[in-house]
């Protein structure tokens, strides 16, 4: 049997298209290995969300081809879909399949099947769901990313992502029920993901909406912990808060793309909410849940974006009980809105203002982990050794070793250099 290495980039979704990818393979007759150097057949699942993730892609698949030059290399992913060409370009790239052909390539590399290298259709015409066996079949996880929705139907101005994933489109309820059942026979924690989460059922028929799947998951399944991974800020109702605050089997972690503290900027980046919206849900979560992981993605350096108008934005980021932030510096993509409107801000402020963000999420984070020390936090211990993360989004270092896979329950002694410790009673006298 032909050996396949499968290495994803870029956003949970894109990982577990990368696990489904490995899955489909595995049931066609190859053989999943860990190491790209002893495969016969290397996959690189792409990202291209910036100009850097197209950067890293090329130099990862000349590297790939020079450290192994007997190995045929296929490239997929989103970077794929948006452009085959330059890929297959680039010396020893056998396959290019883009987004709209990756249910299909398993029959892609049968040569009885397919003739010829670039894969690529009209992405905003694919109506189904992805639909690859999507299951974790790596021994070394312990929190597998179960995705349940793809693509998007939003044209945020600064975004490619719609014209590489296409509309969005829902995982039918039969298939996320009896696929986190599965899952959750092997995992303790399993983590619901999408290009656009809280949009799940939309464009199935009914009104069944995320909520309501999230209830059908805990009624019916005996998952141990579910985790949801980012929901759009105006797609996180009422509804949706009191049941993560009131579920135990939810992890205690919200995440709402923020992008930017300025309601002039939100406006040039077609948001659909202003920070008045924004801060009303974070109000809604902090008052529910006091301990609760509070994130949120951030851009620097849209076009046009002032000095006074980035100074909106650290104001707003200050007054909010965010506990971290993903910052991202604003990169042109092609084909996107924003890349017309000109008035673009040098990199080196893009850059300078990316650092002062970060710093103050680090700020913040250090004050949550110190407000988690005294307290017991429920946490599942990872494949890293003595290492456990909390509901509320926590890194632990465990006093002593525990087999991964498992909830356990940590008392918090003192803070580590990037995380927690766990109290170790061997040390109180």
């Not at 709209?100 to 290298?117: D, R, V």
Request: charged share 25%; proline share 4%.
């Amino acid at each position: 049997m032909k050996r396949v290495f499968v290495q994803s980039f870029g956003c949970r979704a894109s990982q577990a298209d990368g696990a489904a990818i490995e899955a489909s393979l595995v049931d066609n007759g190859y053989t999943a290995v860990r190491e790209s150097g002893s495969a016969d057949l290397i996959v690189l699942n792409t990202c291209t969300v910036t100009h850097g993730a197209d950067v890293d892609a090329r130099r990862l698949i000349r590297g790939v081809h020079r450290d192994h030059p007997g190995s045929e290399i296929l490239v997929t992913g989103c970077y794929a879909q948006r452009a085959p060409e330059e890929i297959a370009a680039i010396e020893g790239v056998r396959w290019v399949v883009g987004n709209s052909h990756k249910t299909e390539i398993a029959a892609i590399l049968s040569p009885t099947e397919y003739h010829g290298q670039v894969f690529v259709g009209d992405i905003s015409a694919k109506h189904e769901f992805f639909a690859a066996p999507v299951r974790d079949i790596r021994e070394d996880r312990t929190r597998p990313n179960l995705k349940i929705q793809d693509g998007c139907s939003n044209r945020c101005s600064f975004c490619i992502i719609p014209s590489v994933r296409g509309r969005s489109r829902s995982a039918p309820i039969e298939s996320v029920i009896e696929q986190v059942e599965d899952l959750a026979s092997r995992y303790c924690e399993v983590v619901l993901s999408g290009i656009n989460l809280g949009r799940w059922g939309r464009d199935l028929p009914g009104d069944f909406r995320f909520v309501d799947l999230l209830r059908k998951i805990l009624a019916e399944t005996a998952v141990r912990r579910l985790r949801i991974s980012s929901v759009e800020p105006m797609d996180w109702s009422q509804d949706l808060f009191e049941l993560v605050a009131s579920e135990p089997r939810i992890a205690r972690h919200v995440h709402l793309p923020l992008q930017s503290g300025s309601d002039s900027v939100l406006k040039r980046m077609f948001r659909k909410y202003r920070t008045r919206h924004y801060a009303s849900r974070i109000a809604i979560a902090h008052t529910l849940m006091p301990d609760t992981a509070i994130g949120a993605d951030v851009m620097t350096g849209f076009p046009g974006e002032t000095h006074a108008e980035f100074a909106e934005t650290c104001e707003f980021i200050e007054s909010l009980p965010f506990t971290y932030l993903h910052v991202f510096t604003y990169s042109e993509r092609p084909a996107t809105d924003a890349v017309t409107h000109g008035n673009a801000v040098p990199v080196a402020i893009r850059q300078e203002r990316t650092k002062i963000l970060r710093e103050i999420s680090d700020r913040k984070n250090l004050a949550f982990r110190r407000r988690m020390i005294g307290k017991t936090l429920s946490a599942v211990t990872l494949e890293q050794r003595g290492m456990a993360l909390t509901s509320n989004f926590l890194k632990v270092e465990m006093a002593a070793e525990r087999p991964a896979n498992e909830i356990v329950e940590l008392d918090i002694g003192a803070l580590s250099q990037a995380g927690l410790k766990e109290n170790n009673p061997l040390l109180i006298l």
